[in-house]
C-alpha cells in the first residue's frame, strides 16, 4: 500500500468521492493503492451532515454542465488548484481541448500518478495561487504549449476558500487581463455561513481544515461574486446556491441551501489563434 504521509488529504478526498458518489473509473484507480485515502473525506462527511461526498457530486454536475454547454466557445481550458481532477481525461467534451492545470503540490500531483500508474492528459505547471500568479507563471504555462490569445475557460474548482479574499480577487483579475478569457467557473464558501460560522456544525467544518494546515480563508456573497465578474467584462453571469443543485440530484437538502456558492460566467470570444 502507498502511504498518505505528508499529502494533502484534501487531493485525496475528492477522488474518493468521485470514486464511491459518481463511480469514475480513473478517481478509482488514483486511490486504490493508499492506505486509507478517505479519512478526511470520512472526517468532514461526519463533521457536517455528509458534506464532502455531496459538494463533490454538486459542483461535478454543476461544472460539468456549462462545460459542455459551452464547449464551443472555448479551445483551451486551465484548471487552478487542479488536484487530481479526473475531468480532462474522463468528460468526452473536453477530449478536443487542451488541457492545462496549475497547483502548489504539482510534485505531489505527479508522484501520485506516477505511483499509481494512472495517465492524465493535463499538462501540469506549478504555482503558488496565493502569491505567484504572475509573468512567471505565464512564462512556464507557455513553455507547456499554452496560448494566451485562443479563447480561454478557467476553472477553479474547490480552490478560492483556501486564499485570501485579496488573492482570489487578484487571480482572477490577472487572468482577466492576460488572457483571451472568454469563460469563468468558480466556486466560493459562503460568508452567510461560514463568516462567522452560522452553527456548530460550521465552526467544527473550520476547525477541521485548519487542524490539518489547510484553513479556509474567504468567503464571498452573491452579490461580490457577481460585482467582480461584472467588473471583469462578464456579460452572462449565474451563481446558484448549492441546495438547488442539490435537491435536483439527491432529492433532498441536507446542507445549508446556501453553503456554497456555485458560479459560471461568460463573454463573447475575442478571437482565435
Not at 504555482?127 to 496560448?147: I, K, P
Not at 466560493?188 to 460550521?202: C, D, I, L, Q, T
Amino acid at each position: 500500500m502507498l502511504s498518505t504521509k505528508g499529502l494533502n488529504l484534501t487531493m485525496l478526498a475528492i477522488p474518493c468521492a468521485k470514486s464511491q458518489q459518481l463511480h469514475d473509473p480513473q478517481a478509482t484507480k488514483l486511490i486504490a493503492n493508499f492506505d486509507n485515502p478517505g479519512k478526511f473525506q470520512k472526517d468532514c462527511d461526519t463533521v457536517y451532515d455528509d458534506f464532502l461526498n455531496r459538494e463533490v457530486v454538486v459542483r461535478h454536475r454543476y461544472f460539468t454542465h456549462f462545460l459542455e454547454q459551452k464547449q464551443d466557445l472555448y479551445e483551451q481550458v486551465l484548471i487552478l488548484g487542479v488536484g487530481l481532477d479526473t475531468k480532462p481525461d474522463m468528460l468526452p467534451c473536453l477530449k478536443n481541448k487542451a488541457v492545462y492545470g496549475c497547483d502548489l503540490a504539482v510534485t505531489d500531483i505527479q508522484n501520485i500518478y506516477q505511483a499509481t500508474g494512472v495517465h492524465t492528459r493535463t499538462k501540469l505547471v506549478a504555482c503558488d495561487l496565493e502569491t505567484g500568479m504572475n509573468q512567471q507563471f505565464l512564462t512556464r504555462l507557455q513553455a507547456r504549449g499554452f496560448s494566451l490569445t485562443k479563447p480561454t475557460l478557467v476553472l477553479w474548482e474547490g480552490g478560492t476558500f483556501f486564499l485570501p479574499p485579496e488573492a482570489v480577487v487578484h487571480d482572477l483579475s490577472f487572468l482577466n487581463q492576460q488572457l483571451n478569457l472568454v469563460g469563468l467557473l468558480v466556486d466560493y464558501m459562503s460568508s452567510a455561513v461560514f463568516n462567522p460560522p452560522r452553527h456548530e456544525k460550521a465552526r467544527r467544518q473550520l476547525e477541521l481544515v485548519a487542524k490539518i494546515g489547510f484553513p479556509w480563508k474567504s468567503f464571498f456573497t452573491p452579490a461580490e461574486i457577481k460585482q467582480l465578474e461584472h467588473k471583469l467584462g462578464f456579460t452572462e453571469i449565474n451563481v446558484t446556491a448549492h441546495g438547488e443543485i442539490e435537491q435536483r440530484v439527491f432529492g433532498n437538502v441536507k446542507l445549508d441551501k446556501d453553503i456554497v456558492y456555485l458560479n459560471a460566467a461568460f463573454k463573447p470570444a475575442a478571437g482565435t489563434n
